[in-house]
């Protein structure tokens, strides 16, 4: 049966609609018809690039794309109890073995055998329908809205970040670098753990702007980088003129406990480490190039913790909507531009432009299911 209208990448800058067969489910899986997708800067890149580091869209195998993703369930495997047909749902979209060592350890993200949706060779969510195994389909609580729950995918890769590697507690400080939507979030939520000062860092003024009125108690636009001056000389000048403008120390109540840096810029890498306190926390959210030149001797001789944060495991999700249903995380400020499933390539080209028809720029761009009513959340 062909019902399942979806938006497939079949090469590079090549998109258009199909009608792919509705998926089967197993007895432990459920089927759910997709709302409402938010789009995802690895989305917009597979469509530009066709690849991400070592996954690859190879010719001839097309892609559904989209990630980001809420639905109602439409059917239920013969063995799920805890969900039924019209329950509103948050997708996980990684679908993990649950078998092999990581997953044991409870770091399933680690998974060898993960299937993640729009990541090749794998569909996404991009369609009328999505099949997903049931334990990933989390229930949305009725404070939240279907965007909301779409929104869960990039909270849970904050909450990850922030809370579980960050280890952030209550009254410490953060600073975190870039202000897209997992710079906001991990902004967003570091608020909503207590944090006593959240420093957002990013070189677009009107970002760092949306920043202080979303999460952000302190800003910071790194200086120009100056004509012959290398990437390490810069950083080691930004982070010097920004601990004197927000008077920044090395240990005690004004050092920063914990850096995350969601840009992916080595020059932010560079600096993070550098305005970082002695014995505190890095964390690295944000992929840009591979080969990034790190001062180690930083590191070593300041004690720091380095970690890498690689999309979100274990109790991430369950926690990230709590924090919307409690209140502490406001998602809504920052859906910037809706449309309609029909326009999902201008959806696309809105975002890879960062600045919609109307003049305002993009933080995150939602997609309503083939059904649904831009209005309708």
Do not use: W
């Amino acid at each position: 049966m062909l019902d399942n209208l979806s938006f497939v990448l079949k090469k590079v800058d090549t998109v258009t609609f199909e009608q792919r067969p509705i998926p089967d489910i197993g007895s432990h899986e459920v089927l759910v018809e997709v709302k409402k997708t938010g789009i995802c800067g690895s989305d917009v890149h597979y469509l530009v690039h066709g690849r991400i580091g070592d996954y690859v869209l190879e010719a001839g195998k097309d892609m559904v794309l989209g990630h980001e993703s809420s639905g109602v369930i439409a059917k239920v495997g013969s063995l799920v109890s805890h969900l039924k047909p019209g329950d509103r749902v948050s997708i996980e979209p990684g679908a993990t073995c649950r078998t092999c060592v990581a997953c044991k350890e409870g770091r399933y993200e680690l998974c060898p055998n993960i299937r993640f949706a729009a990541t090749p060779p794998s569909d996404g969510t991009l369609g009328r329908y999505y099949a997903v195994p049931s334990h990933l389909a989390y229930p949305l609580p009725p404070e939240l809205s279907l965007e909301d729950g779409a929104m869960i995918e990039p909270l849970s890769v904050a909450v990850h970040a922030v809370a579980k590697l960050g280890n952030l507690r209550t009254s410490q400080s953060i600073a975190i670098f870039g202000c897209g939507p997992v710079g906001l979030l991990c902004m967003a939520v570091a608020k909503a753990f207590g944090a006593s000062r959240v420093i957002a860092v990013d070189i677009v003024p009107h970002r760092l702007e949306f920043a202080k009125s979303y999460a952000a108690t302190d800003s910071f636009m790194p200086p120009l980088l100056e004509q012959g001056e290398t990437n390490v000389a810069f950083s080691k000048r930004a982070a010097a003129l920004m601990k004197a403008e927000l008077g920044i120390a090395e240990q005690g109540a004004r050092g920063i406990d914990l850096v995350v840096d969601a840009s992916g810029a080595e020059t932010s890498v560079q600096t993070g480490v550098r305005i970082v306190k002695s014995g505190g926390t890095y964390v690295q959210v944000g992929m840009g190039q591979p080969d990034v030149t790190i001062d180690m001797s930083t590191v070593v001789c300041k004690q720091l913790t380095v970690k890498g944060s690689f999309r979100y495991g274990a109790g991430d999700y369950p926690l990230a909507i709590s924090l919307v249903a409690q209140g502490k995380v406001d998602l809504k400020p920052l859906v910037s531009h809706r449309f309609s499933f029909q326009d999902a390539l201008l959806a696309f080209e809105t975002t890879r432009s960062g600045k919609g028809s109307d003049g305002k720029g993009v933080i995150k761009t939602m997609i309503s299911g083939p059904d649904m009513k831009v209005s309708e959340l």
